[in-house]
């Protein structure tokens, strides 16, 4: 994994770092979308800085890493690719967050197909991933392996940065909040009720406090070509 990281010249910077650019760096799809929106931000988008003035005055966002890799153990591919990690501020506090953009995009597959023929790697990193988030085996078939390493992404990396706290959020960019659902069920794991435009605290026992949040993206960034 890269430990050097050059400054964005702007949005269509980020889609060399992209998984299959060709594919994902499309108008009012997910990539091409946050890529204008934190852009055009030139600092935090305002729906994730109303998320943290809750939690501290005057949110700031200190560094943001585009498609930032997560190492996990037993994994061939090695990495938890998060859209964007950022290290924000607010108050005396500062916070290790994942963003994961959406638009129609899901999840990824639930837990029913995921570990359908899993090979003892995949099994020793769901494990791996529970002991992380403090939850127990077995979990439940309809929740989203994405928003499990995610989440987890979040606290290893404010482990490794000693932050005080570590947030998973999912910027939705949906007209129609699709995947809302299965956020909701994946926060309910911890006994909490989703909210959109709010962090919720979602596991307070660990070393740092782990927050989860649903944001609502401007639209306006959905036509927008870069």
């Given amino acids: 994994m890269k430990r050097i990281y050059c400054p964005s010249k702007g949005a269509n910077d980020w889609k060399a770092l992209l998984a299959k650019p060709e594919e994902q760096w499309r108008t009012g799809f997910s990539a091409m979308t946050l890529a204008s929106c934190w852009e055009a931000a030139d600092g935090l988008p305002r729906e994730i800085s109303k998320m943290f003035e809750p939690l501290g005055p005057n949110p700031e966002l200190l560094l943001a890493l ?62 791996y991933l529970c002991e992380v988030l403090g939850l127990e085996e077995p979990l439940p078939d309809d929740i989203y392996y994405q928003l499990l390493h995610r989440a987890a992404g979040a606290i290893i990396e404010a482990d490794r940065f000693k932050t005080h706290a570590a947030c998973m959020i999912v910027q939705s960019f949906s007209r129609t909040g699709r995947w809302y659902d299965a956020f ?21 026992n660990g070393t ?19």
């Avoid at 740092?208 to 870069?226: E, I, M, S």
């Fill in 66 to 127: 585009v498609e930032h890799k997560v190492p996990l153990p037993g994994s061939k591919r090695g990495d938890s690719q998060n859209d964007v990690f950022a290290l924000i501020r607010a108050g005396d506090k500062t916070f290790a967050t994942t963003i994961e953009g959406k638009v129609e995009e899901s999840f990824g597959r639930p837990l029913s197909e995921w570990r359908a023929n899993a090979s003892q790697n995949k099994k020793d990193r769901l494990t």
């Fill in 184 to 204: 909701a069920r994946f926060v309910s794991l911890f006994g909490v009720e989703a909210e959109r435009g709010r962090l919720l605290p979602i596991k307070l």
């Fill in 208 to 226: 740092r406090p782990l927050y989860a949040g649903w944001a609502t993206g401007d639209q306006r960034f959905l036509t927008a070509a870069c």
